[in-house]
């Protein structure tokens, strides 16, 4: 018994599981070891082995540079930057944007104590001196601990000659972006305005 626990502890950490929903999902791999258990094993070994962080926006695959950082026909001149990979994938989910991604890796929070050198600000700096960036788009969650992240990078970024947008209205106060649907993402993106 002490291995199920074992199995039943570690999927109670995951986001949005606690014991009795880890519980349900052990017993049918268990149930189901050849059709669940076995792929699940192997995907996640793969996983293990092959998946990287992008050494230039801080996105995960299977090489670095990612493949959104190699797609030539993406808009190299504008950068989205977005607090996790989580966000990312919700802004790709849109189809509406075509250009290069940031990820910062969390935002300000005094209070857990991550300060501004514990996220990835020194790499979007580089970026705009090296790529010849025309705009930087803020699209950090709406949550108090979001917008103070994008003041304050829109105050690191402001003697640079690159022009700061943040994501418009359409997006709730409070919400964050891995849990809007597409059209809202959508909206917002299209409606984003330069901070003043």
Not at 71 to 94: G, P
Request: net charge negative; charged share 25%.
């Amino acid at each position: 018994m002490q291995e199920i626990d074992n199995l039943v502890a570690v999927l109670s950490r995951l986001p949005g599981f606690g014991p009795r929903s880890a519980k349900r999902i052990v017993l049918q791999l268990l149930k189901k070891q050849d059709i669940l258990m076995t792929p699940l094993i192997d995907a996640l070994k793969s996983a293990k082995n092959n998946v990287c962080d992008c050494e230039v926006c801080g996105n995960i695959d299977t090489k670095s540079p990612c493949d959104i950082c190699n797609n030539l026909k993406r808009d190299k001149t504008t950068i989205c930057v977005v607090e996790n990979v989580a966000d990312l994938w919700a802004m790709e989910r849109t189809g509406t944007y075509k250009g290069k991604f940031h990820i910062l890796g969390g935002v300000l929070s005094p209070i857990d104590g991550i300060t501004p050198k514990h996220l990835n600000i020194d790499g979007i700096v580089s970026r705009i001196e090296q790529d010849g960036i025309s705009e930087i788009i803020l699209a950090t969650n709406l949550t108090v601990e979001g917008q103070s992240t994008a003041h304050y990078l829109a105050e690191v970024l402001r003697p640079y000659d690159v022009k700061i947008t943040r994501l418009a209205n359409g997006v709730p106060v409070g919400g964050e972006l891995d849990y809007l649907d597409d059209g809202t993402l959508a909206v917002a993106l299209q409606a984003r305005q330069i901070i003043e």
